[in-house]
């Protein structure tokens, strides 16, 4: 500031000096008081300094007084010009913004009339005064900085200024500069941005007040509390730095230590195992980058949760007693309580107490314990149920039979005799458990005791009845449980091509211990349930094989034998066309179906799966909940042979949706299942004829009882409208290529009207539910699901009705009605695009072109497809599933990400949550009862059997944000279930899905080393498609595992496989 | 009452010596962070959608005499006893009741006088008479539809492709001049995916209620941390496929925002305001409970998505109904509760969206079918309750309100307007609700006058 101050009072010196100077007119000598009177024209100022753009008034004065007409030069050119300057004929001189490179002048005034007589200035042009007028940005980070400065009168050479600093600037035209520089912490505060012009007149712009902002530091959670053993993620943010690296330490121990907790570098504090005497403990974070800055976190630590796992004894009679119990979280100070009295504890260990006390007659019946830790962060632990009863040596209980020999899966009835009390009462336990469970057989109030589907351990297994009057007697019966004689059924699929192999067996009586020999050659065996198995093998030679199933002792068996057909025909394709159409074909690939297709080729393993033997659900038995189909059901996905029916069918479970929230019924659900399979390879109208008359379709969408409207009533429309917008037709007309018929407007045209629901629905009147065997029809049967809908014609209407522009004639039954509006619907031009297209969105693409769906509708419409190399799928008639499932899979559009040269970079869908899970499955050769999928499923957003309502889990059309592009299955894939899928992987990782679920991960830990293991992931998780720069994030992770931990690498290459994008998108 | 010396507490211990003595004191678990949370310039929005439909004519009841008799005639079989609908008190006038089960609701409404009823609202292009509907006049497209009419009713976007949805708009708009500093998305979804919740540049958070996402799986040891870098180099690598990068955008933003809003509820006090177990009461629990930490997220704008289903009552509907209202009631009243206890009861506007209502006249099996116009309820401290707002229709079949024979009623307020009123309470500039709802400029008002 002060060097501006004194630039300027120069300047004013010098101007005030050229004031009195005065020239002379024509070579004229100085006047002098004596001499004659020359005439004289002097300029005024003589001399002058003007800056770039800005201008001067010249004025003149004659030594006679006169005022002639004068002529303004600037170098001797008359009004001068751009280069050097204008000047007007009242002498105002206007500089030009940049000084030439003479940049001294002269100003001259001539009389016009005499240009004898002159006078002129000297004027030196300078650069202008520089001005700015933004900054960008304004507000600077401590650190490296680059700015651009907007403004006006930039000379080249100008520099910028940061404060007293000069910038490196470059000149980028006379109104932008830009600067880089580097801020220092001593800068933080405002600064004064400036620009200064070189010389000639280097003048200082105007200041715009920049502001220099230090880092700062901030630690979420900013206060917490963390219970002993447990864990914290602490995130640090620091702001206004280029650097955001912090490092942590607690209590200011770097990296914390074994008393106050610990901490690694991305802020991951794990809390003490006990808690310290002064609980509380500050985390901080502190900038790498200005370690004067950091930010804190205060934590309480707090005693750990206490969990309570078993107590023993659980029976107690009525007096002095002790307890121990067993769990973890225990601390020093924790009270044992017996209902609500503490009772006198001693402390153990963290996982164990004993307590002592005394029971009252009062507490006879049901007592809850419970474990509570003393402050900080005293809770009460869950509670285990502990029996008082009052003693009574006289009841003795015995069971009936005593001893016995059953077979796995059958039933078999108890008696209870209790003597020495009036109360008879039993409850019933297998080995301590009420009631039993899957795995020791289950027993039912009345002694109905039903045998494990395998064998238990120990076995045999005891049988207890339990007095009701005194818990502490008991009677007990030995039952031996024997395997089940097998019973093989069908193979599917039932040809298979040479090489590594996977088949599914179907039948009865299998055991998780089942054998299986193929032509005398035991394969590598899979137990799914009692009635299907998988067998893995490899096979070279050609021909038919003999396959049967054998149990061994005790109660050995083998099965009759079923034929495989070997063949080593086929037209090869690459793994990496083999795995994209297992995704989309199959519920999976894994090594034996990948060489299935590698070697059979499309057609010829299409062709087998077509044929192959239909998987059947089991049939329900009493103790059937819904759960236990939606476990029957993952078990088929991940093990049954014929999986592209699996698909295809449960393409059409999702198109034809019923939920569990309102069918309930297992048998009504699992009939349901059958008829999607059974038609799933048929003809799109017996799908719609079946599925119509199912009791479940009936009575999710209310068709079922859906009577003639009396007077002041309307038909029911539910069905009648979802039949048309759902399943059918869509809301639009459609074009064959699936995109909407538009009218002269530009406007979609609807495919049916109000009435057209209206007319519809009272075409469906007149069902009720099938009738019970051995009961006699009502107008109403009572809901049953053993079979289809059966009409009333009294409750149906009979009057004319007109849908979609087609007559239905009056005085028809409700089946000719139904056949008749069922067939205007199928024969509607809609049908082919819009069940083609919504079967390219389940299998192949979210994004498919109309011409791909153009020549699915059109094999859709002739029931027909033939490939390029002329083989033929399909009967002919319009509506064959055949014909469209392979127009689907064999399509040009399917097959181009194959290849990379042909890959398109939108193709591709999101998995859905329960093919996926199947995926992962399936890829590991599970050993599973499918516990655990479901659960995991309805966390990924997909509750199998559960759609939300029938519009199915996800919409057909669903924007994704931010793209262009249709993603169905991203409505269901949001914060929770995104997280969830990592998670679900990380448990398939951990071995957590479920406790009987077993992932064989051999493969992967056989493979070598890391890169090797990524290269087998790579083949059959990404068919080949994983980018450089994953593999090398991944090999990064997995270098940080201990490299004598082959396993724990392994696992950490699926999980960062399998969990990425890359794989839960299939592309 | 309360929350005015609840008030008077904030100002008296943040601005004295002796009050900063205390919040020292207190300042270790949460307690003061709790009252330390400004309400002054905090609002909400919480929606609740009735998922299949609601059939409002069973929801609000005309009973007066010609009112009732209308109903009834209609109703026949459906029809609620008049004796058993809970009136609606505005003064000497008692017009209108509601469902029998909704006793909390309709305290709301008469004592608190915190509710109110907006009649028969509905998707709307322009004013629509009953010869412009029959003449196909500019109406929305697919009525009758669930998922159309759904996505409409979250969108405000009556014909073609839904791309964002109005609430997201609304956040999108007054992101800047709210919420600017905050690293936490302004909308929170605790029922998943909607339209509702996107904006143009707004994504949602969600999650479930009872939970925070997180990843499961990593402990401190040098392996796990690097699995978890790489877990998330994973999610913010460029790989060029366009389904993948939509993917990773969820999933990355969603593991960034769950330790976020994990680290601010850990140690938010329990409610004591009880809620029922159902889906719906648990949902408005996680509500409060995110509103408790408001200040923990930085933000001053919030708008939440809630939800019930269920009300696609097509069968046998009378009993179903009474679940459903007596859950509504329920849970709205809790969650109002839960608003005085946090103090916010003045900052905090819920209300329900539907699709459609349902026939007035009954289907044939004692459930009644997709209609339109419908009628919904407005709750909160800043509501101007205590009132019916809007027409309430004509309950005669193929009467003047009636879109064909069935009791459909042709909307007489639209949603546009419905929605502007409360995305004006909410802060969005009168030059903003255009761009917003694009037919909101076909109606006479901008408002309904139905907030303070």
């Keep these: 500031m002060r060097r501006y101050h004194l630039l300027v009072l120069l300047f004013c010196a010098a101007w005030l000096a050229a004031g009195c100077a005065s020239v002379v007119g024509n070579g004229g000598s100085p006047a002098g008081p004596t001499g004659p009177t020359l005439f004289s024209l002097t300029v005024s100022p003589a001399s002058a300094s003007v800056p770039g753009a800005t201008t001067q008034q010249f004025s003149t004065k004659t030594s006679d007084g006169s005022n002639p007409a004068l002529t303004w030069s600037v170098n001797g050119v008359a009004g001068g010009n751009a280069t050097v300057g204008t000047i007007s004929s009242t002498g105002l001189f206007a500089a030009p913004e940049f000084p030439p490179n003479r940049n001294t002048i002269t100003v001259t005034a001539v009389e016009t009339t005499d240009s004898t007589k002159s006078g002129s200035s000297s004027v030196t042009l300078q650069n202008p005064v520089p001005l700015i007028t933004t900054v960008s940005p304004l507000t600077i980070p401590v650190g490296a900085f680059s700015l651009t400065i907007s403004g006006a009168h930039f000379a080249q050479g100008a520099t910028v200024f940061f404060g007293s600093a000069m910038l490196t600037t470059t000149w980028i035209s006379s109104t932008e500069l830009t600067a880089t520089g580097t801020a220092t912490a001593g800068e933080v505060g405002n600064i004064s941005i400036t620009v200064s012009n070189p010389n000639p007149g280097p003048v200082r712009s105007g200041a715009i007040t920049a502001q220099v902002r230090g880092s700062n530091v901030s630690v979420s959670p900013a206060t917490g509390s963390v219970r002993a053993g447990s864990t914290q993620q602490f995130v640090a943010t620091v702001t206004n730095s280029t650097n955001a690296g912090v490092s942590w330490s607690v209590n200011g121990i770097p990296g914390g230590d074994a008393t106050v907790g610990t901490i690694v570098g991305n802020g991951f504090y794990t809390a003490p195992p006990t808690v310290p005497s002064a609980n509380n403990v500050t985390v901080t974070a ?68 004993t307590a002592t006390g005394t029971s009252a007659t009062s507490q006879a019946g049901t007592v809850a314990v419970t474990v509570k830790n003393p402050n900080p962060g005293s809770a009460v632990s869950g509670a285990l149920m502990a029996q008082v009863s009052v003693p009574n040596p006289n009841i003795k209980v015995s069971v009936s039979p005593s001893s016995i020999t059953l077979r796995a899966g059958m039933t078999q009835t108890f008696t209870a005799t209790v003597a020495g009390t009036t109360n008879t009462a039993v409850t019933w336990a297998i080995k301590g458990i009420l009631g039993g469970d899957t795995l020791l057989g289950t027993i039912d109030i009345n002694g109905n005791y039903q045998a494990p589907d395998n064998l238990p351990s120990p076995n045999p297994v005891t049988v207890t009845a339990i007095s009701s009057a005194d818990p502490t007697k008991s009677g007990n019966a030995a039952v031996s449980i024997q395997n089940p004689i097998p019973v093989l059924t069908s193979i599917a699929p039932g040809t298979i091509g040479t090489g590594a192999f996977q088949i599914s067996l179907n039948g009865t009586g299998f055991v998780n211990t089942s054998t299986v020999s193929f032509g005398g050659v035991p394969l590598t065996v899979y137990y799914a349930s009692p009635t299907l198995i998988t067998a893995v093998g490899n096979v070279s030679a050609a021909g038919d094989v003999t396959v049967t199933v054998s149990n061994p002792n005790p109660g050995a068996g083998t099965s009759s ?118 038609d799933a390879f048929g003809n799109y109208l017996d799908i719609m004829k079946d599925v119509t008359l199912t009791p479940a379709m009936g009575h999710y969408l209310d068709m079922v009882n859906n009577d003639k409207p009396a007077i002041g009533q309307h038909a029911n429309e539910n069905y009648a409208r979802e039949i048309m917008q759902l399943f059918t037709l869509g809301l639009n007309q459609l074009n064959i290529d699936g995109t909407p018929v538009l009218d002269s407007s530009g406007n979609p045209v609807p495919a049916y009207t109000q009435d057209d629901v209206m007319a519809l629905g009272l075409a469906f009147t007149g069902w009720t539910y099938p009738t019970k065997p051995g009961a006699a029809q009502q107008k109403h049967n009572p809901e049953y699901y053993g079979g289809p809908m059966v009409s009333s014609d009294a409750d149906h209407d009979v009057e004319a009705k007109t849908l979609l522009g087609q007559s239905i004639p009056a005085g028809q039954g409700a089946q000719a009605d139904l ?208 980018p450089d720069q994953m593999n090398t994030i991944i090999l990064g992770a997995v270098n940080a595992v201990d490299p004598t931990n082959i396993t724990g690498q392994a696992k950490a290459v699926i999980y960062l496989v399998t969990s990425s994008s890359m794989y839960q998108v299939q592309h | 009452m309360t929350h005015h010396s609840r008030r008077d507490f904030m100002r008296l211990s943040c601005c004295s010596a002796a009050g900063a003595a205390l919040v020292g004191g207190l300042s270790k678990f949460g307690l003061v962070s709790a009252l330390a949370q400004g309400t002054t310039d905090y ?96 109406l929305p497209v697919n009525l009758y539809s669930h998922s159309d009419q759904q996505d409409q009713w979250q969108s405000a976007q009556l014909s073609g492709a839904q791309t964002a949805g109005w609430a997201g708009k609304v956040a999108d708009s007054i992101q800047a001049a709210y919420n600017g500093s905050s690293q936490f998305p302004p909308i929170l979804s605790i029922n998943g995916n909607a339209i509702f919740c996107t904006g143009n540049t707004t994504r949602p958070f969600t999650m479930t209620p009872y939970s925070t996402p997180g990843l499961a799986g990593f402990d401190s040891s040098a392996a796990s941390q690097a699995r978890f870098q790489a877990t998330q180099q994973l999610l913010t690598f460029d790989s060029g496929l366009s389904l993948v990068q939509s993917a990773n955008t969820v999933a990355g933003e969603a593991v960034q925002y769950g330790v976020t809003l994990a680290s601010a509820l850990q140690n938010v006090s329990p409610l004591s305001t009880q809620f029922s177990n159902s889906y719906l009461s648990q949902q408005l629990r996680q509500v409060a409970q995110v509103i408790a930490v408001r200040s923990a997220l930085g933000l001053g704008r919030q708008i939440f998505f809630c939800s019930a289903g269920g009300f696609d009552t097509h069968s046998d509907q009378l009993p179903q109904h009474v679940k459903l209202m007596s859950d509504l009631s329920q849970s709205m009243n809790s969650f109002y509760e839960a608003t005085q206890e946090l103090g916010v009861a003045n900052n905090v506007t819920t209300f329900t969206l539907s699709e459609f209502s349902r026939t007035l006249q009954p289907g044939t099996n004692a459930g009644t079918d997709h209609a339109w116009g419908s009628h919904q309820l407005i709750q909160g401290g800043a509501v101007k309750g205590n009132a019916v707002y809007g027409t309430f229709p004509t309950l005669v079949l193929a009467g003047p309100d009636d879109a064909g024979n069935n009791g459909r009623w042709i909307p007489t307020t639209a949603l546009d307007q419905y929605a502007a009123t409360l995305a004006s309470w909410f802060g969005v500039s009168n030059a903003n609700l255009p761009t917003i709802f694009p037919n909101l400029s076909n109606f006479s008002t901008n408002n309904l006058g139905f907030m303070g």
């Design chain 1, 286 to 353: 502190t900038s790498v980058a200005d370690n004067t800055q950091s930010g804190n976190s205060a934590v309480s630590l707090l005693n750990p949760l206490p969990v309570l796992t078993s107590i023993s004894p659980v029976a107690f009679t009525v007096g002095a007693f002790s307890i121990t119990v067993d769990g973890s979280g225990f601390v020093n100070g924790a009270v044992v309580y017996f209902g609500s009295t503490a009772l006198t504890t001693t402390f153990v260990s963290d996982t164990q107490l």
């Design chain 1, 561 to 678: 034998g079923v034929i495989v057909h070997v063949t080593n025909i086929g037209n090869p394709v690459s793994a990496s066309s083999a795995v994209r159409f297992l995704e989309q074909g199959s519920f999976g690939p894994n090594t034996e179906s990948l060489n299935q297709v590698q070697s059979m080729g499309f057609d010829f393993y299409l062709q087998n799966q077509f044929a192959s033997p239909l998987t059947a659900y089991r049939n329900p038995t009493e103790a059937y909940q819904i759960y236990n189909i939606e476990s029957d059901y993952f078990l088929r996905e991940i093990a049954m042979g014929d999986q592209l029916r699996g698909r295809t069918s449960l393409f059409l479970n999702e198109l034809w949706v019923v939920g569990a929230d309102k069918i309930s019924d297992p048998l009504g659900f699992t009939n349901y299942l059958r008829t999607l399979d059974k």
């Design chain 1, 819 to 1026: 056949d008749a509006a069922l067939a205007i619907i199928f024969n509607h031009p809609n049908v082919g695009p819009f069940v083609g297209k919504q079967l390219i969105l389940r299998l192949v693409t979210s994004n498919p072109s109309p011409a791909y769906v153009q020549r699915v509708a059109t094999a859709f419409n002739s029931g027909s497809y033939t490939t390029g190399t002329g083989i033929t799928y399909g009967t002919g008639n319009r509506g064959d599933m055949q014909a469209t499932v392979a127009a689907v899979l064999l399509d040009a559009e399917a097959r181009r990400g194959d290849s990379s040269t042909t890959a398109v970079a939108t193709d591709g869908k999101l998995r859905e949550p329960i093919v996926m899970e199947a995926s992962i499955a399936r890829a590991f050769h599970a050993q599973t009862d499918a516990g655990g999928f479901s659960n995991a499923g309805y966390r990924m957003e997909q509750n199998v059997f559960y759609p939300p309502t029938v519009f199915n889990y996800f919409p057909p059309v669903n924007p994704i944000q931010g793209s262009a592009l249709n993603g169905p299955e991203f409505a269901i894939y949001d914060s929770v279930s995104s997280i969830e899928r990592i998670n679900f992987i990380n448990n398939a990782v951990d071995g957590a899905i479920g406790s009987n679920t077993h992932l064989d991960f051999s493969p992967v830990i056989n493979a070598g080393s890391p890169a090797q293991m990524m290269a087998w992931l790579n083949t059959l998780f990404l068919h080949g498609t994983m």
């Design chain 2, 43 to 138: 609002k909400a929005l919480v929606c609740i959608f009735l998922f299949g439909g609601n059939d409002a004519n069973n929801m609000v009841i005309p009973i007066d005499a010609q009112g009732y008799a209308n109903y009834q005639k209609a109703r026949a079989n459906m029809a609620l006893p008049q004796n058993q609908v809970l009136p609606l008190q505005s003064g000497s006038q008692a017009n209108f009741g509601l469902h029998p089960n909704m006793p909390e609701l309709q305290s709301l409404f008469n004592n608190q006088k915190n509710l109110a009823v907006l009649a028969n609202v509905g998707t709307l292009v322009q004013p629509t008479t009953q010869a412009q509907y029959k003449a196909y006049t500019n």
